[in-house]
Nanobody, 123 residues
Framework: QVQLVESGGGLVQAGGSLRLSCAASGWAFTSYHMGWFRQARGKERAFVAQISQNGAGTYYAGSVKDRFTISRDNAKNTMYLQMNSLKPEDTAVYYC????????????????WGQGTQVTVSS
């Protein structure tokens, strides 16, 4: 049974940083590419970043490129999202998910999801 658990969210001032973690269990972690999505209140879930199975490839939404860094530690079955220079518009619930397709920004391409972690950026 695939289980994904996000952590690391919280309240931060604009310009600050947060590091999200996604701990995976119940499957071979390197079997899938991994991604982060976010959903702001009243909006659809939106792609943030994706990382390939071995961590060599990354893919970002334009709105976070150069501010966010996705990484994974396959030995720890954990994926990360380092978020710097945070803006109020980054406020959302952040979800991690698995995918068999690399460079996919469509939620439909992801098949297992965590429960999400809230990130709130104050101005």
């Amino acid at each position: 049974q695939v289980q994904l658990v996000e952590s690391g969210g919280g309240l931060v001032q604009a310009g600050g940083s947060l590091r999200l973690s996604c701990a995976a269990s119940g499957w071979a972690f390197t079997s899938y590419h991994m991604g982060w999505f976010r959903q702001a209140r009243g909006k659809e879930r939106a792609f943030v970043a994706q990382i390939s199975q071995n961590g060599a490839g990354t893919y970002y939404a334009g709105s976070v490129k150069d501010r966010f860094t996705i990484s994974r530690d396959n030995a720890k079955n954990t994926m990360y999202l380092q978020m710097n220079s945070l803006k109020p518009e980054d406020t959302a619930v952040y979800y991690c998910a698995t995918s068999s397709i690399f460079t996919s920004d469509s939620a439909a391409s992801y098949h297992d999801w965590g429960q999400g972690t809230q990130v709130t950026v104050s101005s």
